[in-house]
Structures are given as structure tokens and as C-alpha cells.
């Protein structure tokens, strides 16, 4: 019955196979261990016979072949008892040669031929040129491979290589290299053939089989590579062009690939550099399907490791100009193949500038030419929009950032901002992130004019909206991350000079009020607080007095500080311009510009006005006014008054009661400063007091008259510690008595019916009391002052 395709008839004829073999090798060993030389050689080669076969996959014919080889290794031991009992081996290795079928032969010979070269009574070299002759016999391809593969396993510790126990004559080394290569050339030619066998529509299938040995081949080279004799001349003037010539001869994509990056592996780093024209003149003769791009990028890779290792071989590199030849090869690679994608041209220029930045990271012009060759190939591409080719450039421009921790060195490269503009929108922000971040890691100061032109230049990703970008495509989380990230840069900005200073804020100014509305809320206020700080730097000079228009002055910077705040309202961001304005105002008091203090808090009120409409916000804003006025000194009675008059008035406008009352009571800090005498103003401290206690009275009575109850006495506690702050403090107009009126006001509020108990109120009020009773019990004048006040705890 025929059996047909499919896995599982394959199953079946690795089985019949095993068996066959199994059953003949049990007969061999009753042979070998009976000493019966003719019937071992009989069923030894009855069980190679299985290896004939053509009906198994490469993998399942490896199963088959490894249990014959471990038969084969028995089998050699005792051609080596053998020979030691008397038997001569040259009559063995006659012997082995009448088996019936090849495949069997060859296997046997090789075993024999092993222990020949063992047993000394031939050259090493004569042995295994006739072998490696006479395993031509075999060309199917994978059972030519599996043979070859087992020549070169049973003689690779016997070769004839210097230091060897069967090195030769003088040309020892050069019998060794030229068996392995013999060998080399014939399996590639063998592995290559099995690509050409069989219909077209199994190809795939013939090049994963195909996947699957490669090894088989390439051992070979590692074998080359560990003979002891090959020294750099002879790998120079034999070994490699040999190699190369059967690599760029065989015109097959997997074997040129695979092999190529053999090379690479096997041979030693400083062969590869003394060899580099050689090797990179092979590259433009590939085939175009080749996978040059990673074989490259791995030398290049291995070299910059080599440079890494010790900086002794680095004048070799200069000596040999590795990368003036480096850079000629990829030039080459790209021109002979006119359709290798974007990635490929991207990923071995990256590659090429990694290896500089290693080996040469003094040589900033050898980074900036790659770059500059980069830009050359991507010229006339427009945008790209390949995920794996924009990954690709992000590595290439990251490169110049890791290696010097720097972004001022890489904003040197004038080719830098050249390839990120072919970056598509989503991938220039992500590579403006990545330069952000750099500076942020190593603490990078960025402080000229020229350079922080150029750092905005390359992240204007984030700044501003790029063509064809639309807003609604970012989310929101994520657009808050970037603009935080420009924000921290901000802070990051920094010169000693003033006046370069200025003219860093003034460049930062220019960009962020270009980058549109909705990014003003989170690049305006860093921009200001570093204004501040220059402010602040000035305070200790004096100014000229003859005036120079150009010198930056106080004044200027918050002139400056004005129009950008102005654009927020634009936003419209009233709250937080409000809060900016506020802060100028400080800014301007510490400075002695009442004047320009006035204004800041006049567009604060403005705003205040006609922007802020929502309560909560009102509420806000109202103690951050009154907070920031208590703290100002620098104002003459006339505008302190007007702007006191304002913020009261704000205060008794508020919508809901207790907010009313907690303003207005936050106002009476407004009439009493303690480090300054002229700000004592205790009667209107008093009016404030009374007035906020009006409004906590009106509050109990509207909660009354809606909610059936009067609510919390909070507000009334609130007022009692603001009568105590201000009695401590020495103001006359607060008595002992109102103080004893408000609390048992506050006790007998808390007795009542209708009012809503409430534990924290309670809390609140008892640490008061308590509070009172300690400072009595302190003694001396401040005992004496709340000896009047009687608490009952």
C-alpha cells in the first residue's frame, strides 16, 4: 500500500526507520561484543542503510541520524580496540570500503578514517583530503549534508593545526584551513541546491527545512575559526576571499544572509578590522533580497563593543579610517539596492552613528555627516509614516542624547533638526519628549539665546500645533503630560547674566504665545515664576542712573509679565491669570514699584469682576486677594485704602452667608499688620469682627427659617479665636468682656434646642476653652491678661 504525504505517514516512516536501525545495531553490538569484525561491518552497514532514506523531513531525518551516530561512536571504540589487539588499520579503512551501498561506506570510512589519523600511521592532512573527495559521492542534498556534517565532527579535534599532536610539515595549517573549506563549499553548495528541488508552491516549506540546517553549514566556519594556525595574514590573504567568494557565488538570499553574519560571529574582532575593505567590498554583491541592513548593523556593532573593551585598540581604528570605510560601504549597499525601504537605509545609518559615537565620540563631525547622509537619502520622502522606520529615527537621533547625556552637544549637530523633520506629527512629539526628558535626567542647563532658539526648534511638537495636526486626536491625559513636561523645561532655563536672561525669557515668551490657546494654562505660569526669580535677582542692584535703555530692569520684566498674563484671559483662564497677577503684585512690592503693584492688583480686581462668576471660584479667589494685600507694604494710605475698601466690599457680596462671614473676618487682618506700626488699625479691626458676627447671626437665622433648625455655631467659634488672635496681639478695641460675651453667647447657642449638634464644632470649642485656660495658667502678663476671661470646661 502506498503511504501518502502528511505528517503522520512521515511519523510512520521514522518509525519503521528507528526500528530498522535498532534492530540491525542490536546485532552489531552482539557482533562487537563477540569480536566478530565481518558481521559488525555487515549490520553496521544494514543500519546506516536506513540513513538512505528520502522520504523524511530534515527534522525528523536528524532524529534518525543522531541515534546512528550514537551507534557510530561504539562502533569507533571498537576500531580502537581493534587496532590496539593487532588488527592494522590501513586493512580496516580497505575493508569498510566493499559495503554494498555509498551512504553506508562513507559513514564507515569516516568512522575508520578517525581512527587512522589517531593511530599516526598516515598524515593527518592525506586522510582527510581523501575523505572530504570521496563524501562527493553523496549529492542529495540532505543526506550529503548529515554526512559531511559527521566528517566534520569526528575531525575537528584532529585536524592538523599548529600545537596539534597531528600537525604535519611546515604547511600543516594550510592542509587544516583547506579540508574545512573544501568541506564548507561543497555542504553550502548542497544546502543551497535543496532550495532549486521540488515544486514552487512547497518553496516555503523548503526554505524553513532549509532554516532548519543551516547550522549544519555554518559550523564549518567556526571550526575555521578556532584553528590556531589562521593568523591575520593568512585569514587576509585566503580564508576570508575564499569564503566571501562562495558566500557572494552562491547568489542565495538565507545561505548569504546566515553566512554573512557567521563571518561576523566566528571571527576574532581585530581580524574584521584589518579586514574591512574585504569584507565590506562583498556587501554591494549580495543579492538584493539580503538582509544587509542587520548584518552591517551587527559588525558595526561588534567593532564599537572592540573599541569599548580598551581604549589601546582605538589608534588601530584610526589607522585602518574604520569609519570613513564604514560609511563608503553603506553608501554602496544603498545605491546597489535602489528599493531598500526606508527602515533599511534609517537602521544602518543609526547603527553607523552608534559606532561613531563609541569609537570616535570626540568627532562630532563624523556624527553630524551621518546625519547629514541620512537627510541626503531621506530627501524628496516627505513625512514618514512607517511605524518601524519613525521608531528607527527616534533610535538615531536618541543615540547623540545617551551618549553624552547632553542635549547642548547634540543641538551643535546642524543636521540634527534636519532629520526630525521627516518624522510624522505623533513621532516628532514623542522624539521631543525623549530630548526633554534627557535634559530633565542629567540636570542639563541650557543658557544662551542661540540655544534655546534651537532646543524649541526641535520640540516645537509639543509647543505648538504642527500642519495637520488636530487637537481632538490627542488625549487629554496624555496632552497634559506633554505640556507639564515643556513646563518643567521651562524652570530648567538659566543664566547668571540678567540681561541674557531676559533674553531667554523673551525667546520662551515668543514661542509659548505662538503654541495657541489651550497649552497657555501650563507653559505661562513657569514662564512668570522664572521672570520672578529674575526680579528677585535684581532687587540687590542698583539701577543706572543714567538710565540705559537696553540694561533689564525690574520695571521692564513685569511690563513683560503683563501682556503675557493678558493672553490667559484669552483662554479664557481668569482664576489662574488672577492668581499670576497677585503673584507680580508681591513681586512688585518686594521691589518698591508701588506703582506698578497697584496695577497688578487693579487687573487682578478687574478680572475679579468680570470674569470670576462661579461661587466656589469667588470664594477662592476673594482670600487669595485678601491674603496677598495683608502681606503688601508697599503702598501709600491713599491706594492701600481703596484697595481695602474693594476687597471688603467683595467680601459682603459673596453668595452664601458663612462665605460672606469668613471673608469678612479674614479682612480685619487687612487693618492690622504686626511688624508694622502704621498698618494698627484696631477699631476697623473691631468693625470687621462685629460685622462678620452680624453676618454668622443672619446665617443661623436663614437656616432657622428654611431648615426648621439653626444650624452649627462654627462661624460664632470661627470669630471668637479671630477676637482671640487680635487680644493676644495687644489690640485695645477687643476686651476681656467681649470675649466672655461671645463664649457664652457661643455656650448658651450650643444649649439650645434648635441648634444642629455637630461633633467637630464641639471639638473646636472645647480646644478654645482650653486654650484660654492654659494661657491663664502661664502666669505673668499673659495670665493676667485672660485672668478676667472665666471659662467652665
Avoid at 574585504?278 to 554583491?285: E, F, I, S
Amino acid at each position: 500500500m502506498m503511504i501518502g504525504d502528511g505528517t503522520e505517514d512521515e511519523e510512520k516512516w521514522l518509525a519503521a526507520g528507528i526500528a530498522g536501525l535498532q534492530q540491525n545495531a542490536f546485532y552489531m553490538h552482539r557482533a562487537l561484543d563477540s569480536n566478530n569484525l565481518r558481521d559488525a561491518l555487515k549490520y553496521s552497514a544494514q543500519m546506516l542503510s536506513e540513513l538512505r532514506t528520502s522520504k523524511l523531513s530534515p527534522h525528523k531525518y536528524y532524529e534518525l541520524y543522531m541515534r546512528a551516530f550514537d551507534e557510530l561512536r561504539k562502533l569507533e571504540m571498537f576500531f580502537k580496540e581493534e587496532t590496539r589487539r593487532g588488527c592494522s588499520v590501513i586493512d580496516l579503512y580497505e575493508l569498510v570500503q566493499h559495503a554494498g551501498n555509498i551512504l553506508p561506506r562513507l559513514y564507515l570510512l569516516c568512522t575508520v578514517g578517525s581512527v587512522y589519523i589517531k593511530s599516526k600511521e598516515a598524515p593527518a592532512k592525506d586522510v582527510l583530503k581523501d575523505l572530504v573527495e570521496m563524501c562527493r559521492g553523496i549529492q542529495h542534498p540532505v543526506r550529503g549534508l548529515f554526512l559531511r556534517s559527521y566528517l566534520s565532527q569526528v575531525s575537528r579535534d584532529k585536524l592538523p593545526d599548529i600545537g596539534s599532536e597531528y600537525e604535519g610539515d611546515a604547511d600543516t595549517v594550510v592542509d587544516a584551513v583547506e579540508f574545512v573549506i573544501q568541506n564548507f563549499t561543497e555542504m553550502n553548495k548542497l544546502w543551497v541546491r535543496m532550495q532549486h528541488q521540488g515544486p514552487a508552491r512547497e518553496k516555503e516549506k523548503r526554505e524553513k527545512e532549509r532554516s532548519e540546517l543551516r547550522d549544519l553549514v555554518g559550523k564549518n566556519l567556526h571550526v575555521l575559526g578556532q584553528i590556531e594556525g589562521v593568523d591575520l595574514d593568512m585569514y587576509k590573504d585566503s580564508v576570508l576571499p575564499r569564503v566571501l567568494e562562495q558566500v557572494v557565488n552562491c547568489k542565495d538570499e538565507l545561505a548569504q544572509f546566515y553566512l554573512m553574519d557567521c563571518i561576523i560571529q566566528v571571527f576574532p574582532d581585530d581580524y574584521h578590522l584589518q579586514t574591512l575593505d574585504v569584507l565590506l567590498g562583498a556587501c554591494p554583491q549580495l543579492q538584493a533580497s539580503v538582509d544587509i541592513k542587520t548584518v552591517l548593523s551587527q559588525l558595526m556593532e561588534r567593532l564599537a563593543n572592540y573599541a569599548a573593551s580598551s581604549s589601546e585598540v582605538l589608534p588601530e581604528f584610526l589607522q585602518v579610517e574604520a569609519f570613513s570605510k564604514l560609511s563608503n560601504a553603506i553608501g554602496k549597499v544603498i545605491e546597489a539596492q535602489p528599493d531598500m525601504p526606508i527602515i533599511g537605509v534609517v537602521t544602518l545609518y543609526s547603527s553607523l552613528l552608534k559606532f561613531s559615537l563609541h569609537v570616535h565620540p570626540d568627532r562630532l563631525d563624523y556624527a553630524d555627516q551621518v546625519l547629514g547622509a541620512c537627510v541626503k537619502k531621506l530627501s524628496g520622502k516627505g513625512k514618514i509614516e512607517d511605524s518601524k522606520a519613525t521608531k528607527q529615527i527616534v533610535a538615531l537621533l536618541s543615540a547623540p542624547l545617551e551618549k553624552y547625556n547632553d542635549i547642548v552637544t547634540a543641538l551643535k549637530l546642524s543636521n540634527y533638526p534636519r532629520v526630525m523633520e521627516y518624522l510624522d506629527n505623533a513621532t516628532n512629539k514623542v522624539m521631543a519628549t525623549v530630548i526633554i526628558q534627557s535634559i530633565m535626567k542629567n540636570k542639563t542647563q541650557i543658557s544662551t539665546v542661540d540655544k534655546v532658539e534651537a532646543l524649541f526648534e526641535l520640540i516645537k511638537g509639543l509647543i505648538k500645533d504642527l500642519d495637520g495636526t488636530v487637537d481632538d486626536e490627542l488625549d487629554e491625559d496624555d496632552f497634559k503630560e506633554e505640556q507639564n513636561s515643556v513646563a518643567r523645561l521651562i524652570q530648567m532655563l538659566y543664566n547668571d547674566d540678567p540681561e541674557e536672561m531676559f533674553k531667554i525669557i523673551c525667546t520662551v515668551r515668543k514661542h509659548i504665545l505662538a503654541g495657541g490657546a489651550k497649552r497657555l494654562v501650563f507653559t505661562v505660569p513657569p514662564l512668570v515664576f522664572s521672570s520672578l526669580k529674575l526680579v528677585r535677582q535684581l532687587q540687590g542692584r542698583e539701577e543706572n542712573p543714567f538710565g540705559d535703555e537696553e540694561s533689564t530692569t525690574p520695571k521692564k520684566i513685569f511690563q513683560l509679565l503683563n501682556q503675557t498674563i493678558e493672553a490667559l484671559i484669552s483662554v479664557p483662564a481668569p482664576e489662574l491669570a488672577l492668581r499670576l497677577y497677585l503673584q507680580c503684585a508681591e513681586g512688585a512690592n518686594d521691589s518698591d514699584l508701588e506703582p506698578v503693584a497697584y496695577e497688578f492688583f487693579t487687573q487682578a480686581y478687574i478680572l475679579y469682576e468680570e470674569e470670576i462668576s462661579d461661587s466656589k471660584a469667588q470664594v477662592t479667589a476673594i482670600h487669595l486677594i485678601i491674603g496677598t494685600l495683608q502681606r503688601m507694604h508697599i503702598f501709600g494710605v491713599e491706594n492701600r485704602d481703596t484697595l481695602t475698601h474693594k476687597a471688603t466690599g467683595y467680601s459682603a457680596k459673596l453668595l452664601k452667608k458663612p462665605d460672606q462671614c469668613r471673608a469678612v473676618y479674614a479682612c480685619s487682618h487687612l487693618f492690622w499688620v504686626c511688624d508694622q506700626e502704621n498698618m494698627k488699625d484696631g477699631e476697623r479691626v473691631l468693625i470687621c469682627l462685629k460685622r462678620a458676627l452680624r453676618i454668622a447671626n443672619a446665617a443661623q437665622q436663614m437656616s432657622s427659617a428654611t431648615r426648621g433648625s439653626t444650624g452649627s455655631v462654627t462661624l460664632f467659634v470661627e470669630i471668637l479665636n479671630k477676637y482671640l488672635y487680635f487680644y493676644e496681639k495687644g489690640n485695645s478695641q477687643i476686651t476681656s468682656s467681649s470675649i466672655q460675651s461671645l463664649i457664652e453667647l457661643i455656650t448658651t447657642e450650643m444649649q439650645s434646642e434648635s441648634t444642629t449638634s455637630d461633633p467637630a464644632t464641639d471639638a473646636f470649642f472645647a480646644s478654645t476653652l482650653r486654650y484660654i485656660q492654659f494661657q491663664k495658667q502661664k502666669g505673668g502678663a499673659v495670665g493676667e491678661k485672660y485672668e478676667c476671661i472665666k471659662v467652665e470646661l
